[in-house]
């Protein structure tokens, strides 16, 4: 008895740290979508001039513009990855845990009260079923926290390439202005 509740609270303080990682982590995609607005609001600012200029701009402008559009395309499918509900991702955790009691209620489960309630019940019927849930509830977390944090590395190199190549096209561009090589420039991608 006194083994099983040492699981418990283990696996009670497992569960914590993993959902306070999550959360850290959806935080700090926070601070990345406000660069990622300085970004966008840097292009909606510079609209007209883009829009004038396009057809003149130089194959390496023509070049980072498509290769920045692309990257800040990726960079909102990714922050939708990390900020938005994981589905219960009981299908991708180890064979032996599917079949434990699980206590997780997914939004379809509600049509189904009865299945709600023994559900519920199956998992505090005793410690070792109450254990048993705890483990199937790290691994779905657990799987979450990995999720997010993949997506949320992969969001930050998306987003400081952008950021390069947002700062390079920019400063390209002003140069092409300042030199009126809009007018006689002949780019390769027409």
């Known amino acids: 008895m006194e083994k099983e509740d040492k699981n418990i609270e283990v696996l009670l303080s497992l569960l914590q740290d993993i959902q306070e990682t999550i959360r850290f982590i959806e935080s700090k995609v926070g601070v990345l979508i406000i660069l990622l607005s300085g970004i966008v609001a840097l292009y909606i600012n510079e609209v007209s001039s883009l829009i004038t200029y396009f057809e003149n701009f130089s194959c390496f402008l023509k070049i980072l513009f498509s290769i920045n559009a692309i990257g800040i395309i990726i960079c909102f499918y990714y922050v939708a990855r990390i900020i938005l509900p994981v589905q219960n991702p009981q299908d991708k955790i180890p064979e032996p845990y599917k079949n434990y009691p699980n206590i997780y209620q997914a939004k379809n489960d509600f049509k189904n009260k009865k299945l709600i309630v023994s559900n519920i019940d199956e998992a505090l019927k ?39 190549f947002t700062i390079m096209q920019f400063t390209v561009l002003k140069i092409e202005e300042k030199n009126d090589k809009f007018i006689e420039n002949k780019c390769c991608l027409k």
């Open 126 to 164: 005793d410690d070792d079923s109450l254990t048993k849930s705890l483990e199937l509830e790290y691994f779905k977390t657990s799987y979450i926290r990995n999720a997010k944090n993949a997506n949320f590395n992969k969001l930050v190199i998306i987003i400081i390439t952008s950021l390069v």
